[in-house]
């Protein structure tokens, strides 16, 4: 009789594995604009914290984010990515240390490295950031024509050209960006989140604040639990453009915090607990000296584009460098990752693909392969 209890114990079990196994997997994507490797890995960086032209009140910004050791900037600046993600899950993109990863577009900036992340394939017509519907079909669009991911897939994004970049007239992807407001019927709070989002001025024409983008992605899986979410945070960029290291900064940490809530938020919540994979990555990076910080493009770009090649003749040297960080069922354990080969931005798709259960060469044979270092 005991034997006969401990058998049906362990088929309990293996059953149990099983489903748990079976689990229909999710994938929460999400973008930072434009965060360098740099500040990832080491923290604030001396040469800009320092500098009064980009810093206004120093001192204070130092009591914040300062420590002379690397390891204890990395901390103060982004400790969840860095003590949680990093240490349970992967991350890769730390040069200094063998680990690198670098976008595939000759371009360097945002609506190139948007497609590559999103389709897996580079297109090098798309040389601009302009609000152009996209001829290339992103994984979003590829699931949603599936029956197993109809309506199942989404974005929100702070920046304003992401229903071009998705190309919702084509694709009919569930896409919220710039300053869309949100059905006020969606969530309790909808409609005072769309009245703040109208009231509380950004310093931007064309990027809201990412407060609303993550309020609005977050209670957007809440109510509608789509397989595939992208969230898409800008203002980092945008505060590196304008000069800005302390706003940057700060935008950084409060994007650090959303990324702490959000897997707090998927591992409390049936449907997405235990199953549900994060991803977390950019679309570019930067330069590395006060000089030059502030931009992104490539030696191309410059030259064939007309955008400043007579300042920068040799371009944003380092723009292309990258950075990617992931955990979940679908992730290994392994910390940061040594790379063998650089790898690529293209990969990502793949990446996001084979986590979510699916084959990416029956999705899109031209896609680049995914990061199979990090996959379990």
Partial sequence: MKSMIKITGLSLILLFNNMALAAPQNVVLVTLDGVRWQEVFNGADSKLINNK???????HLKSQFWHENPQQRQQLLMPFLTQTIAKQGVIIGDRAKGSTMSVSNPWYFSYPGYNE???????????SNDKVFNPNKTILERLNAQPEFKNSTALFGSWDVFPFIVNTQRSKV???AGFMPVADDLFADAPLLNAL???IPSPWHNVRLDSFTYRFAK???LAKKPRLLVISLGETDDFAHD???????????QSDAFLK???QTIQSTAGYKNNTTLIVTTDHGRGSHASDWQHHSSRRALLELNLGADVFPNGIVGSEHIWLAAIGPAIKNNGLIKTKNELKQAQIAATVLKAL???PNKINPNMAPAINEILK
Avoid: C, R
């Fill in 357 to 359: 259960g699916q084959n």
């Fill in 197 to 199: 989002q109208t009231e």
């Fill in 174 to 176: 569930q896409v919220n």
């Fill in 261 to 263: 809530d959000l897997w």
């Fill in 53 to 59: 032209e980009f810093v206004k009140q120093p001192a």
């Fill in 219 to 221: 209670a957007y899986m």
């Fill in 117 to 127: 992340i999103l389709t897996g394939e580079v297109d090098e017509s798309i040389n």
């Fill in 243 to 253: 000069g800005h290291y302390d706003a940057y900064l700060k935008s950084a940490k």
